[in-house]
């Protein structure tokens, strides 16, 4: 099974042709063995695209099989495989996606880097609610960028991200789950953050994620509509305009891959 892996600070993904996977079966069972970092090639998820003649269109599943409906950085790893083949300065890359078309305009290409500032829509039922956690009471702002989010202002901690981040990620006010961003406003134009991704765990990085934290750090932190999101991989910018939210960073690719244990992980 022939695949590209590509990261977004440290965010990485396997992107496969949709026609590689034809009568392979179970699609989250690959998911798991292809993303498995001791046994498979390892990743955060398996992307599933087919090209179009503005971009592609992309279906997501988490690293532990668990659908997605999309990814900030897992689009950015698409466009980048696109723009290597054929860069075209200038005109945007389009990604479909269940959360909707994401266009990114190309702002440079240096090798196997490429860096994409991407339109992610408006955030939605954006909201400031307590959630109780196992006794204790949380504050947290949820919303979707497309996908489910909760993120917790305050201190960023690796001890918080496993004692609340990680059960917030899988609470039943979630019937779906939900990413979890640990997030804390430095300066007006600069919040820092911590990960615990939906279906994976601790991520080095996430597009949407930075959307999150960036949105509730605006609304309820006293963060500016400008600014640049931290997180252990790198820093994104994410600006929130009146045409919605704007991610800009890099993806890398890493490698051009032939799994040859693809036959044996068929469901």
Request: some cysteine.
């Amino acid at each position: 099974m022939r695949m590209v892996k590509a990261h977004a600070f440290g965010n990485d993904f396997l992107l496969a042709e949709a026609r590689e996977v034809e009568g392979r079966g179970d699609l989250a069972a690959l998911a798991r063995a292809s993303c498995d970092r001791h046994r498979g090639v390892g990743a955060d998820g398996l992307m599933l695209y087919e090209k179009t003649p503005r971009g592609a269109s992309m279906q997501l599943l988490n690293a532990d099989g668990s659908y997605s409906e999309v990814s900030g950085n897992g689009v950015r790893c698409l466009a980048a495989w696109l723009a290597s083949q054929r860069v075209e300065p200038g005109r945007p890359i389009e990604i479909e996606t269940d959360a909707g078309t994401k266009s990114l305009a190309l702002l440079d290409g240096n090798g196997a880097r490429f860096t994409f500032r991407a339109a992610m829509g408006e955030p939605e039922h954006v909201a400031l609610e307590t959630i109780d956690v196992e006794g204790t009471a949380v504050e947290a702002v949820t919303l979707r960028v497309g996908n489910p989010q909760c993120v917790v202002l305050g201190d960023v901690t690796q001890e918080r991200l496993h004692a609340i981040a990680s059960r917030l990620a899988v609470h039943r006010r979630f019937a779906q789950g939900t990413n979890v961003e640990l997030a804390t406003v430095e300066a007006p134009d600069r919040v820092r953050i911590l990960i615990w991704e939906r279906g994976v765990g601790p991520t080095e990085a996430s597009g949407t994620g930075a959307c999150a934290a960036a949105v509730a750090a605006m609304q309820f932190g006293g963060a500016a509509r400008d600014v640049q999101v931290v997180s252990p991989g790198g820093s994104q910018r994410v600006e929130w305009t009146s045409e919605g939210l704007f991610l800009t960073g890099w993806a890398e690719i890493i490698a051009e891959v032939t799994w040859r244990a693809a036959a044996s992980a068929r469901g």
